[in-house]
C-alpha cells in the first residue's frame, strides 16, 4: 500500500520526530506507576457480570 | 535523568505531549466530581424513561443498578491507560490500530459529538424555555428556545474553552454537588407526591424487555469509552481515575435514570421538559438544564479538539475548538429527540464498542497494561506503525465486532433494514454490546498470539512481520524518581 510520498511524507516525519523527541526527553518523568492490577480489573468484571446474571435470574423467574 | 515536560511550554505540540506525573492535578475526588458532573445530563434521565414503562418500577430500579455497574465500569477499566501515561486517549490506542488507525476512533468521535452536543443543545433549548414558564409569563420570551439551545449548549463551553480548559474542574467541583442534590429533591418529590405504593403500581407493560434495559445501560457507559483519555490524563493516580469514572458516573447514572424512570411512570413522558413543567420545580429544573449542559458540552468539545490535535498537532487549539462546535448546530434544529437518541446509541454499541474492545485486548490481554511511550508518538519506523500506520488485523475484528452487533442490536436502531430476527432472539440471551466489547478483546488477543506462535510476526513474512515488532516486550517503562 503506498504511504504518503516526497515532501508530504518529510512533514509526516518531521512532526513525529519532534514530538517524539519531547517525549523522549521527559519519559522518566510521566507515569505515576501502576496501582492496578489485571487481577483487581478482573475481579470487578467479574462480580459486576454475576451481578447482571443474578439479576437476569431474578427477573424471568418472577415473570 | 531525563528533564521533566515544561508544564507551561509553549511550543505547538504541548497540549498532545503526555503530562508529567507532577503536573497532574486531578486527585480522587476531583475525577469523581468530573465524571459525576459528565453525566449529569438530560439525556441520563431520558434514558430511564426509555425502558421504564417496558419493565415497571421495580424492575428499572434493579436494572439500573446492576446494569449501571456493568457499564461504568467498562470505561473506568479502559480509562486507566491515560491515566497511567498521561496521554490523550488517541494516542494511547495507536499501541492497538497503529498510528494511523487510531484517527479512525478521532473520526468516530468528533462525528458522535456533532450528535451528542446538538442533543444536548436541544434538550436545554425546549427543557429551559419549559422552565421560565413556570416563574410566569413575564420571564418567558421569544426564541428562548435558540437562546438557550445555542447560548448554554455551544457558545458559553467554547468561551470557556477558550479562557481555561481546565476551569471545567473549578466549575465541576461547585455545580455538580449541587446538582446532585437537586437530582434528589426532584427523586424525593416524587415520592412525595405519589408514595412509592402508587409508583409501584405502576407495572411492566414489556413495550421493551429486561435485557433492552441492562443494553442500555451498558451501551451508555460504552459510549464514554472516547472520553476517558483527554481528561484522566490529568489524574494524580489511575486508582483516582478509575473510582472517579466508576462510582462518580455510576451514581449519577443510577440516581438520574430512577428520577427519570418514576417521571415517566408518573407523567406518562419521556421528555424532560414535560416534567420540568408538571413538576413546579422552576430553579432546580433549570439549574440543571443550564450547568450539566455548560459541563458536558465543554468537556465533549474539549475531547474532540485534543483528538482532532493529535491526529493534527500543528492545528491551533482554539481554531480547532470552534470548528468541532460549529457542526451541532445542525443538530439543533432536526430530528426528534427519540430517533437522535437511538442513532447515537446505536453508534455507541455498534461502532464504538468494537474499536475499543480490540483497543482494550491490546493494552490488557497482550501488552499487560505496558506501553513504550515514546514510540507512540514517533511516526514511520514506530513500532506501532505497523504497515503504513494500519494494525489491519485490529481493523478486521474491529469490523467483525461491527458486523456482530448489528446482528445482536440492529433491531433497536431506527433503520429496520438493520432488523435481523435470529440476531434479535439471540438478543434476549446474550444482549449485545458487553459480549461484543468482550469478545473483540478476546479475539484480537486470540488472533495476535496466534500470528506470534506460528511466528509469522517475523520479517520473512511481510504482511504479518510487523506484528511481531510491535509485540517485542516493551522497554520497562520509567518511573519518576
Known sequence: MPETTGGSQASVQASHDALAAAVARSAAAVEPGGEISFREIIFHFVWTTLLVLGASFWWYAAH | MATAIEPAATNEYDSVLPIPAGDRYAG???????????????????????????????????????????????????????????????????SAFGTRGANIGVLMLVLVNFGWIGIFSALAGSSGSASLGQFGHGLSFPHAYT????????????????????????????????????????????FSVFGWHDIARYKANHSVNWQYAIEAQIAYGVSWFPYMGAWNRFAKSERGSFVGVWVGMGVIAILFALVGGFATLTTGSSDPSVWATRSGLGVPALAIIVFSTLINSAMLLYCSAMAVRSALPKLPYHFVVVIVALPSIAFIYQGTLNSKFSILLTIAGGFIAPYWGVAMGDYFLLRRQRLDLVELYRGPGSRYWYRGGWNLIAVGVWIIGLVAWMFLGGWQSPYSWLAFPPGEHLFNALTATAPVVVGTALLYAGLIKLVIRRGKGTAAHGQLAPIGAAYEEAKPAPVAS
Open chain 2, 28 to 94: 480522587t475526588w476531583t475525577m469523581i466530581w468530573l465524571w459525576a458532573g459528565g453525566n449529569i445530563l438530560l439525556t441520563t434521565f431520558v434514558l430511564g424513561g426509555y425502558y421504564a414503562p417496558g419493565i415497571g418500577a421495580t424492575g428499572l430500579i434493579v436494572a439500573t443498578i446492576v446494569g449501571a455497574g456493568l457499564g461504568n465500569l467498562l470505561p473506568a477499566i479502559s480509562g486507566l491507560r491515560s491515566a497511567r501515561y498521561g496521554v490523550d486517549e488517541f494516542i494511547g490506542i495507536r
Open chain 2, 147 to 190: 437562546v438557550f439551545a445555542l447560548g448554554v449548549g455551544l457558545v458559553l463551553p467554547v468561551v470557556l474553552l477558550y479562557v481555561r480548559h481546565t476551569a471545567v474542574f473549578t466549575l465541576v467541583k461547585f455545580a455538580v454537588p449541587l446538582l446532585v442534590i437537586f437530582a434528589a429533591l426532584l427523586l424525593w418529590k416524587q
